[in-house]
């Protein structure tokens, strides 16, 4: 199984590197059996905490790539860069760039291609508002958005989708396992392809093995708990108690 910390805007370079150092402190006592961790920091603690992860079990991912290799792009960091930098996974269409950046379809596929071409496995975040769930739109939304992020990828390609509920996240509301686990199913069958799909929004050590009962679920993306390296020990722990 794979979980996956997005720690958006928040750790400062000392922070993460603490936070890391602790996380391998720790592991060194209690292994995961089966589980891959990564960590997706801020831009400026990526490099840092890719050198503190090597030869470790740890991955560290990037939250956003830029299109493009190199040039005048004042400001960008492309997936070229990324993974320069240490990074092995990036983070893509979350709908926090959807919602404040104005990301579409297309370029979340563009960048899915992107991250592919500089051999980072994507993960791209798809999930429905709460307007488009009460108007009964979930499967179309998400069945689309996820046509659009793979369309230049082939079925072989290392690539993971995170079922990212809009309404959930940050809310501390979540759907029910057997909805994610539905809409997991709607997910495959977009991708035409058996590839990882997550659960992200509002997971918590509470609620996380509901997903992890869910059969069509291989791990889950993280926002608010895994800022803390106690809470986010518990997730795994807990995730691999219901799926070994
Ligand atoms: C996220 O932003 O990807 C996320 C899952 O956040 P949270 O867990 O805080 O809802």
Same mark, same amino acid.
Request: hydrophobic share 45%; proline share 6%; aromatic share 4%.
């Given at each position: 199984m794979l979980m996956v910390a997005n720690w958006k805007m928040f750790k400062t370079v000392q922070e993460s590197q603490a936070f890391v150092r602790e996380l391998i402190r720790r592991r060194e006592e209690s292994t *995961?059996? #089966?589980?891959? !961790?990564?960590?997706? =920091?801020?831009? =400026?603690? *990526?490099? !840092?905490?890719?050198?503190?992860?090597?030869?470790?079990?740890?991955?560290?991912?990037?939250?956003?790539?830029?299109?493009?290799d190199e040039g005048a792009n004042t400001g960008a960091v492309s997936a070229y860069l990324l993974r320069e930098a240490g990074a092995e996974y990036v983070i893509v269409g979350h709908s926090e760039r959807r919602r404040l950046y104005g990301e579409d379809d297309t370029q979340v596929g563009e960048k899915a291609a992107q991250a592919v071409a500089a051999h980072l496995v994507p993960i791209v975040c798809v999930g429905e508002t709460q307007s488009q769930r009460e108007e009964g739109k979930t499967d179309e939304v998400i069945s689309r958005q996820v046509q659009a992020a793979?369309?230049? *990828?082939?079925?072989?390609? =290392? &690539?993971?989708? &995170?079922? !990212?509920? %809009?309404?959930?996240?940050?809310?501390?509301?979540? =759907?029910?396992?057997?909805?994610?686990?539905? %809409?997991?199913?709607?997910?495959?069958?977009?991708?035409?392809?058996? *590839?990882?799909?997550?659960?992200?929004?509002?997971? #918590?050590?509470?609620?996380i093995q509901e997903f992890a009962k869910a059969p069509l679920l291989d791990g889950a993306l993280v926002g608010g708990a895994a800022l803390d390296v106690a809470h986010w020990m518990d997730l795994t722990r807990l995730w691999e108690e219901v799926r070994g």
């Open positions: *995961l059996s #089966n589980t891959t !961790e990564v960590i997706c =920091p801020t831009l =400026p603690a *990526l490099f !840092e905490l890719s050198q503190l992860c090597a030869g470790t079990t740890l991955h560290v991912g990037a939250q956003n790539l830029d299109l493009g793979l369309k230049a *990828l082939t079925a072989s390609t =290392p &690539a993971i989708v &995170a079922y !990212e509920p %809009v309404w959930a996240i940050g809310s501390g509301l979540v =759907p029910d396992g057997a909805e994610a686990n539905r %809409v997991a199913g709607v997910i495959r069958d977009a991708a035409s392809s058996g *590839l990882p799909v997550l659960y992200g929004g509002s997971v #918590n050590r509470k609620n």
